[in-house]
């Protein structure tokens, strides 16, 4: 997508300029708009050199936790990054905090110092960042960001502790093989040849692989690299963006987690918008908006848009693709808007346990299939270097 570069005075009359993303010059305008800006100037720019510094899951939540106490006790948001810029001992977010003090000092909106570095941050970082600040709960907000992060994060971990032993092993299994199968099938090929006997399937299909295994190896590789670099590149179109939601969604336990997550995120920000005096069709806007999660986020809207024209939500509910049927039952029920906020916090601490429960059920399956598939892989190599040698000896006894 295209940059622009805008200037323009925000609410306060201050002048403010910067760059943003967007899809063409009307977008752009209504993102502007979004933000609060009066837009003076806004032209076509290149876009910016990817040299900025994309801070880690650690630093983002150490960030979060920070921001958020900074926030809580109304200190100037300037003068404490300032000082956290002193203190934090991780280079890359020292660098990215005394950055962004800069920009705070030079009068730039919190929110739109966080857009201009969004490219370093997860996606939609600063829609979040907004959100908090449109609704006055910019602490719960990133708390709640936070509770996130952490669950994708320990996921990510589960997921790596369960494949790291079985891959290395994997990897140790595929140097031997290839060993046998370039260097000591071969001779074995070249004797069967000699005594022109009927070898089993297996060991012909043995005898195959290792005629092409140079050629199987090199494609494979190739095949591996190419969706590697064809993942990467899908979240740099929307429709790539979208796919890359719907496989995630779709792989057994890990779509799980990722949806019931996403689902909680949601909960827990309506729950805090709607408690902070926000009529509900916003602050469905804006918890599908923080999440980044596009279809969540068409789901909200739909949503938000039926019960603007006085629809059921309850009715409207049903058909969501995302967001569970469930929701517009505790909507429905707690009609007054001091127990609204109260039933939805419960519905997202539901499905924050079943996120749980989900990754406590990758750990209990994962290792057991990734063992079993590598048991397969080695058991048909071993029949496959035996198989050979049995044939062999019932050629020369005659059997």
Not at 29 to 54: C, D, F, H, S
Request: neutral net charge; aromatic residues 8%.
């Amino acid at each position: 997508m295209p940059w622009f570069e805008y200037e323009g005075l925000t609410p306060g009359e201050t002048a403010v300029t910067g760059r943003l993303e967007a899809g063409d010059h009307a977008a752009a305008e209504r993102i502007l708009a979004q933000m609060g800006l009066q837009v003076r100037q806004l032209t076509e720019a290149e876009p910016p050199a990817r040299t900025m510094a994309r801070l880690g899951a650690e630093d983002l939540i150490f960030f979060n936790e920070q921001l958020a106490s900074l926030a809580k006790a109304g200190i100037a948001l300037d003068e404490g990054l300032a000082q956290l810029a002193r203190d934090v001992e991780s280079p890359t977010l020292r660098k990215w905090l005394t950055e962004l003090v800069e920009d705070l000092r030079r009068g730039v909106p919190f929110e739109q110092a966080i857009e201009a570095r969004q490219q370093g941050l997860p996606v939609l970082y600063s829609r979040v960042i907004r959100a908090g600040v449109e609704t006055g709960e910019l602490p719960a907000t990133l708390l709640n960001l936070n509770q996130h992060l952490r669950l994708l994060g320990s996921t990510r971990r589960i997921v790596w502790e369960m494949v790291s032993y079985p891959l290395l092993i994997g990897v140790l299994a595929l140097i031997i093989v290839s060993g046998f199968l370039v260097f000591v099938v071969p001779q074995f090929d070249e004797i069967y040849r000699d005594f022109g006997t009927a070898l089993p399937v297996w060991t012909r299909l043995l005898l195959a692989m290792a005629r092409y295994f140079p050629y199987i190896l090199l494609v494979a590789t190739a095949i591996v690299v190419l969706m590697v670099l064809l993942w990467g590149g899908l979240k740099q179109t929307v429709r790539g963006a979208a796919l890359r939601e719907r496989v995630v969604f779709a792989l057994p336990v890990i779509g799980r987690i990722a949806r019931a997550s996403l689902v909680a995120r949601f909960f827990r920000m309506v729950a805090t918008t709607v408690g902070s005096g926000l009529p509900l069709p916003e602050a469905m806007r804006l918890g599908a908006d923080a999440t980044g999660c596009r279809s969540l986020i068409t789901d909200a809207e739909r949503l938000a848009n039926e019960v603007e024209r006085g629809e059921s939500i309850f009715a409207a509910n049903q058909s969501s693709a995302f967001i569970p049927p469930l929701f517009g039952y505790c909507v429905q029920v707690a009609g007054s808007r001091d127990v609204l906020p109260v039933a939805v916090a419960q519905l997202a601490d539901a499905y924050e346990q079943r996120a749980l429960h989900a990754q406590a059920l990758v750990r209990t399956l994962l290792f057991p299939c990734l063992v079993l598939v590598l048991g397969v892989f080695v058991f048909f190599c071993v029949i496959g270097l035996f198989l050979p040698l049995v044939t062999l000896v019932n050629a020369m006894s005659g059997g």
